[in-house]
């Protein structure tokens, strides 16, 4: 049977290629759309492409890897720009930040958490161990409430503590608490730390305290960061979930002597 000129031109690589890109061409951005084609030509595809298939499935299983892989690189860059582009916001500490260690520290670490978070608990003191050992290490707390409701209720907490220097008296209080924290709690818990309860509960209201919170969030995202703890270092180095004592020191003392 005599093929038509786009088959005969057409190489199977290609061919798959052109018809991965209906299904991975949001992962990359670089697929060829197929409304290129007429619809004889999709069809001569689609044959090609799925005889292929038949003969070795092994093709679909590695353009699955490789979409995944420029998925990866993909998020790698984005978070490399951002990295650049939000440096003076991950170098300092905003008003509705709260932070630990020496203030002029030269290796500073972010940590974005969520307050109900069980690995956020867990490196939390790993964290204060590691800014009382090594003054030359700073710690920036970012909330990002990813864990629902009531993970709003207790970041709007901590971040409106902020206005009476208490973020993270109320921040440890708050994640060290047994109890259900409600704003019954929250106002109790305010008091024992010596902070007005009353003027917490009504700074929480506060748009701006919202405002951090999203932006804190859309960072996150914007950062390739899908979950809680995850540690910026020296705004370079991205490090997802939770780590011991022992990894954060070397990872500082390498950074540092990269530097």
Not at 111 to 132: A, M, N, T
Not at 177 to 202: F, P
Request: glycine share 4%; proline share 5%.
């Amino acid at each position: 049977m005599t093929k038509s000129l786009f088959q005969r031109n057409l190489h199977l690589p290609l061919a798959f290629t052109l018809l991965a890109g209906v299904f991975f061409m949001p992962l990359s951005g670089h697929a060829q759309s197929t409304d290129q084609f007429t619809p004889q030509q999709r069809k001569e595809i689609v044959s090609i492409v799925r005889d292929a298939l038949k003969n070795d499935p092994t093709i679909l299983e590695d353009a699955v890897i490789a979409a995944q892989k420029a998925r990866t690189q993909q998020k790698a860059e984005s978070a490399t720009k951002t990295l650049a582009d939000k440096k003076n916001v991950l170098n300092n500490v905003l008003p509705t930040d709260g932070f630990i260690g020496n203030p002029d520290a030269k290796n500073v670490i972010v940590e974005f958490f969520d307050p109900r978070c069980p690995y956020c608990k867990k490196v939390l003191p790993e964290l204060i161990q590691l800014v009382k050992d090594d003054k030359n290490v700073k710690v920036i707390f970012k909330i990002v409430p990813i864990l629902g409701e009531n993970s709003v209720l207790q970041a709007k907490a901590i971040t409106a503590a902020a206005r009476q220097n208490g973020y993270v008296v109320m921040m440890k209080a708050i994640m060290d608490s047994k109890e259900e924290i409600t704003e019954d709690t929250i106002k109790t818990i305010a008091n024992q730390q010596k902070l007005d309860g009353d003027r917490l509960i009504q700074d929480m209201k506060a748009a701006s305290i919202t405002q951090a919170l999203e932006d804190n969030v859309k960072l996150l995202r914007d950062l390739g960061i899908d979950g809680t703890p995850a540690l910026v270092i020296n705004v370079s180095k991205i490090i997802p979930g939770a780590v011991s004592y022992d990894t954060l020191k070397t990872i500082i003392q390498n950074k540092a002597s990269d530097k």
